[in-house]
């Protein structure tokens, strides 16, 4: 009869929490880490947008 495999849940847990760690910091790092023209082009898209919203609203 084969042997159970010993599994050390404490072990698995931190494994477990340094990768979603690790990706919530790849996702920050993106967000983030981003030039300033980046920056600015987003945010002039984003104004663009808004303001395309605004114009089409309805006065009642």
Do not use: C, Y
């Not at 931190?14 to 600015?40: C, F, L, M, W």
């Not at 987003?42 to 089409?56: H, K, N, S």
């Amino acid at each position: 009869m084969a042997q159970p495999t010993v599994f050390n849940l404490n072990k698995a847990r931190k494994q477990k929490a340094r990768a979603a760690a690790r990706s919530q910091a790849d996702a920050n790092a993106a967000k983030h880490g981003r030039t300033k023209a980046e920056k600015r082009a987003e945010r002039a898209e984003a104004e663009r947008i808004r303001a395309q919203l605004d114009g089409l609203k309805r006065d009642d």
